[in-house]
């Protein structure tokens, strides 16, 4: 979703900032694609920092916790080419029709 905003320049870094909204307390994983390096709060808490620096690093997930409600996440990204981020339930099932994002 980031790269259909910003695009894969190289050299460049990415700030998502939104509202997930739950409708219920839920754990969800979160699948980051950042091949130079990654940060993500949830909630205003670092729940992941990754310096990572290879070409071609496999997406993370990342174990979180929405509450129910507003969820604010931020993720700081910087990118070469390749895909940034997705959120889904911890068996990587999607998560549609079960959260709703609002941007900030």
Known sequence: MLAKLVGHYQGQAAHLSCLVFSPAKQDVCLKVGADDGVKVWLNNKLVHSNGATSLRSPPEKIDLTLNKGDNRLL????????AWARIMRPDETSLYGNVRFRAE
């Open 75 to 82: 993720i700081k990204a910087v990118n070469r080419p390749g």
